[in-house]
Structure formats: C-alpha cells, structure tokens
C-alpha cells in the first residue's frame, strides 16, 4: 500500500530545510512533491532567463494581480532576510537533495497564474484596498510590529490555525483561492502520485498540511480537478461601470446643450474632461516613475478611454514607457532581488506594470472627480441644467416626432 509523508515547512526557515535533508533521509521516498508550480520552480532553479514578453503582459491586463504576486514575492523575502534564509530554501534543498540522490521531483502546486487569479477575483474591491494598504506598509517598512519566530510558527499548529482563520476573516474569497482550493490541488497532486509510487514525500508550508490530512481523510471531500484549475469570468463590473459613465457623460453634454447656458459653457465642459482625465492620469503616471512621454502619453489618451471600457489609458502608457525603457531578460530576477521598493521601481519591467496601473488608477479617479467637481468648476446651477436642459429636450425631441 502506498504512504504519503507530509513535512510541513515555513519557507524562510533554516529549521525547515533540516527538516527537509532529514526527511529525505529517513523515508527514502520513490517521489517528492514540492509546493512549486513550473513558473516557480525554474525561477528557484535560476533557470528562468528568458526575455519577459511585455506584449502578453500588457494585453493580459492583470496589472494588479502582477503587482500583487511581486509585492507578496518581496515581503516574503524581507522576511527570509531577517532571519537569514532565502525564501524557498527549503523547496531548493528538496530539490538538489532528490537530484543527488536521484529521485524524481513533482511539481505538486497549482500555477500561480490562476492562483492569483481567483484569489484578486475572490476579494471584494474593500479587501483588495486593504492588501494594498498592508503590502504597501510592507514594503515601505511601515507598520512593523514584533519580531516573528519563523521557527516557532512552523512548529505550532496553533499559530497556524489562528493565522489562516484570521485571514479567512480579512478575505473569504481571498483564503478560498489561496488556501483551501490549494489543498484541494495539492491532495490531488499527491495521491495521483501515490498510485504509481510507494512511498511519497510531500514538502509543502505548514498552513496547508491540515487541509491536506483532512481531504486525504475524507477523499469524497475532493472538489474536482477541474473546478480548481478554471481561471474566473468575474461579472464584468467595469465594462458595465464603464458604459454607465459613458451614458452619464453623454447625457450631461445634451442637457448642457440644451440648458441654454451657452456654447461656450459646452466647450468648457468637454475640454475640462480632457484636462481632469489627463493630469490625473499623466500625474499618476509620474508618480509611479513613468517617463515624462509616458505621462504625456496617459494625458493625451485618457479622456478617450475613460468613454471607451475596452480601453485602458495605462495600458497606452505602459506601452511608451516599455519603448523608451525597453525591459530585459534579466527583470524578473531584479524584481525579486530588490532590497526595496526603491530599487524595485528602477526595474523597466517593474515600472512598465507600475505605470499601466496606476495611470489607470489616475485616469478612474479623473473620471469620478469630473462629476463631481464640473458644475462648480464652470459656475452653473446644476438644477437650472437639469431642468432647463430636459424641459428644451422634451420640447426638442416633441417637435421632431411624427406623432
């Protein structure tokens, strides 16, 4: 009958990966399974040199999952820095123990592409403010509390339970993705294995051996395979959102129009959408360390996209700022070696994903500001527009009426 060994690790712990060498060599496993999908394992393996393709970035739109997984990427190394570990060391001695040895290695985990996926798609737009905020504070070493005892969290399945409840709290959704769905695939990856191998050892992070031990418990309690590997079709918010402000816009401009304030008003109210949406997007852009011709780039498109919801204006500005500052082959390593966000926002790959997203951020802001903000700017009643405008719209569409 086949066994399956779990070692539960921490993946900034020296402890761990002792654990790992020792596992290794009491259980003699005919497999290891490794917490690692291929992106990750090539990536620890330092085999990973090809030039990033930031064409397919780009027209992936995922700006923020990509920020996300990089941000989440660098706070775990900060921590495997402060106890002098590389985050994954463990999942590395695994791996070199299992080529010396030569047993064959499993990448037992789900891609981290569709991982990231359902976990940004899971939280609610309150949840994702949240993250950002902690991340943020992460990275810019804000917020610091107590020291954490990496070892001790790997060992205590108390703190463990307590860490993933009260994640489960911050983000339902969040959790769902990034935790349980995971020990769903991970069970899946290690019994498959179990059926054409003897003995199998499981390297996986201590958060997911409970999850794990209890599906393998109960089988039946296995979602199917393919439920856990879709990517999300979130309800399209944004392009329904998008195509409300378009109606909003367009119905401002008839009133305005047909309000009998004057041409001039009209002309001031179309060019001060251009301008809101442009220096805020252009702005952002900036702020985010984009290129001046990036910002300029974000100006001089962002009113025609903020009427357009299948386009983005950072998406434009991304594309002038990987022109003038082309990203190499070599950016997604720089990224994860950064010491900080500093150093992180001089990788071109960085700030190309950088400036789509905040020059979108910008360029949505822009659009909120302008409704709230354009009957003060011009120094009109917006009742007498709004009245004014749909009594001679009425009286308008009447008089062409056949009927």
């Known amino acids: 009958?086949?066994?399956?060994?779990?070692?539960?690790?921490?993946?900034?712990?020296?402890?761990?990966?002792?654990?790992?060498?020792?596992?290794?060599?009491?259980?003699?496993?005919?497999?290891?399974?490794?917490?690692?999908?291929?992106?990750?394992?090539?990536?620890?393996?330092?085999?990973?040199?090809?030039?990033?393709?930031?064409?397919?970035?780009?027209?992936?739109?995922?700006?923020?999952?990509?920020?996300?997984?990089?941000?989440?990427?660098?706070?775990?190394?900060?921590?495997?820095?402060?106890?002098?570990?590389?985050?994954?060391?463990?999942?590395?001695?695994?791996?070199?123990?299992?080529?010396?040895?030569?047993?064959?290695?499993?990448?037992a985990d789900r891609d981290i592409r569709i991982t990231l996926s359902r976990f940004v798609n899971g939280m609610t737009l309150f949840e994702k403010v949240k993250l950002l905020v902690a991340l943020a504070g992460a990275v810019t070493g804000r917020g610091e509390g107590e020291e954490i005892d990496i070892d001790e969290l790997s060992q205590n399945r108390d703190l463990i339970e307590a860490a993933i409840e009260e994640f489960g709290r911050f983000s339902p959704g969040g959790a769902k993705a990034l935790i349980a769905e995971r020990d769903a695939y991970l069970t899946h990856s290690l019994l498959n294995l179990s059926r054409s191998n003897e003995k199998v050892l499981g390297i996986v992070g201590a958060g997911h051996v409970k999850g794990i031990r209890k599906h393998m418990e109960n089988p039946s309690s296995l979602p199917g395979m393919a439920s856990l590997v879709q990517k999300p079709k979130p309800f399209p918010w944004a392009k329904i959102l998008g195509v409300g402000f378009i109606a909003l816009f367009a119905f401002l401009i008839t009133l305005i129009a047909f309000s009998g304030v004057g041409w001039g008003v009209l002309l001031e109210a179309v060019l001060y959408w251009v301008i809101?949406?442009?220096?805020?997007?252009?702005?952002?852009?900036?702020?985010?360390?984009?290129?001046?011709?990036?910002?300029?780039?974000?100006?001089?498109?962002?009113?025609?996209?903020?009427?357009?919801?299948?386009?983005?204006?950072?998406?434009?500005?991304?594309?002038?700022?990987?022109?003038?500052?082309?990203?190499?082959?070599?950016?997604?390593?720089?990224?994860?070696?950064?010491e900080n966000f500093t150093e992180m926002r001089k990788v071109p790959l960085f700030r190309v994903v950088l400036v789509a997203a905040m020059a979108n951020v910008g360029s949505t802001i822009g659009t909120f500001a302008y409704f709230i903000f354009i009957f003060p700017i011009l120094g009109i009643d917006p009742k007498v527009v709004l009245l004014d405008g749909l009594s001679n719209l009425s009286a308008f569409i009447g008089s062409i009426l056949p009927f």
């Open 1 to 107: 009958m086949s066994e399956i060994k779990l070692v539960g690790t921490a993946h900034v712990s020296q402890k761990s990966i002792d654990e790992v060498k020792a596992a290794i060599e009491e259980f003699e496993p005919d497999v290891i399974a490794v917490e690692l999908d291929r992106p990750r394992f090539e990536a620890i393996k330092n085999k990973d040199t090809r030039a990033p393709d930031v064409n397919e970035i780009l027209s992936g739109g995922n700006f923020s999952e990509l920020l996300v997984q990089w941000l989440l990427a660098y706070v775990q190394k900060k921590i495997g820095m402060d106890v002098g570990v590389e985050p994954g060391a463990e999942m590395l001695a695994a791996i070199e123990e299992a080529e010396e040895r030569g047993i064959p290695i499993a990448l």
């Open 276 to 338: 809101i949406n442009g220096v805020l997007a252009a702005g952002f852009t900036l702020a985010a360390g984009g290129h001046p011709l990036s910002a300029l780039t974000a100006f001089a498109v962002s009113w025609m996209t903020s009427l357009n919801p299948m386009l983005a204006a950072g998406w434009f500005a991304a594309i002038t700022e990987a022109k003038v500052r082309r990203p190499g082959a070599a950016d997604f390593r720089k990224i994860m070696e950064a």
